[in-house]
């Protein structure tokens, strides 16, 4: 595709409940990152691919959080048990390489936690 | 660990005026630096990013940043806004040894272009 999409661009969930959030990235690029933007908030790192391995999960905030990228392109972000904190817009992210080349930024999930 | 300080959450401007958004990261470790732009309901497009060489860099639209490695700082320019301009402004520091290259963004910057 052209760029970087994500789907659903919209999800309203209650608390409790799992959801999927999913990435498809700019074809070829080996690098996906995921980032939650809060709020007024910049966007925060929560976990790197490089290929189909997690190389850097540091930013995900706790192990209600996973992500999986099994083919090495599409990945899928899952929350289980959500919270009302989890509210935010989840941005992916992919770039050719690692090595300072940009990243190409989705249009973002937002989700909304009841 | 390395943060993003963005001093100004808004800033006002009248059109045709010059704008400076400021950008100032906490380490001094070598790194790569880049400016975002989030138009309303969009994604982030990236504006200019610095990598290595000469400290004054060129981006899209009109605007420009300057790297200052002695004040750790890369704000960002524009000698003469455009109502267009409104949107939000995120300065974005990547770590060169880090071997992830995520970046660590700041809160932003609201510009708001006056008539």
């Known amino acids: 595709g052209a760029g970087v999409s994500q789907t659903p661009s919209n999800k309203v969930t209650e608390k409790g409940k799992y959801v999927e959030l999913r990435c498809d990235p700019i074809?070829?690029?080996?690098?996906l990152y995921w980032y939650r933007q809060s709020l007024g908030q910049g966007p925060e790192f929560l976990i790197y691919?490089?290929?189909?391995?997690?190389?850097?999960d540091s930013g995900l905030p706790n192990d209600r959080f996973f992500a999986v990228r099994p083919e090495g392109s599409v990945s899928t972000l899952k929350i289980q048990r959500t919270e009302r904190g989890d509210s935010a817009v989840y941005l992916c992210?992919?770039?050719?390489?690692?090595?300072?080349?940009?990243?190409?930024f989705g249009p973002g999930t937002r989700l909304t936690v009841l | 660990a390395q943060s993003v300080t963005q001093l100004d959450s808004q800033v006002p401007v009248f059109e045709e005026a010059p704008v400076e958004l400021r950008c100032n990261y906490s380490?001094?470790?070598?790194?790569?630096l880049f400016w975002y732009v989030q138009y309303p309901n969009q994604g982030l497009q990236l504006l200019l990013k610095?990598?290595?060489?000469?400290?004054l860099v060129k981006g899209i639209n009109g605007f420009e940043a300057e790297f200052n490695k002695s004040q750790t700082s890369f704000h960002l320019r524009k000698p003469s806004v455009h109502i267009s301009d409104t949107a939000e402004y995120f300065c974005?520091?990547?770590?060169?040894?880090?071997?992830?290259?995520?970046?660590?963004f700041g809160t932003g910057t609201r510009l708001k272009v006056l008539a």
């Open positions: 074809s070829g690029h080996t690098a």
């Open positions: 992210a992919s770039s050719l390489t690692t090595g300072g080349h940009e990243q190409f």
């Open positions: 974005a520091v990547s770590d060169r040894d880090s071997g992830t290259y995520k970046y660590i």
């Open positions: 691919f490089q290929g189909t391995g997690a190389a850097d």
């Open positions: 610095y990598l290595s060489g000469s400290t």
């Open positions: 380490s001094s470790v070598s790194v790569y």
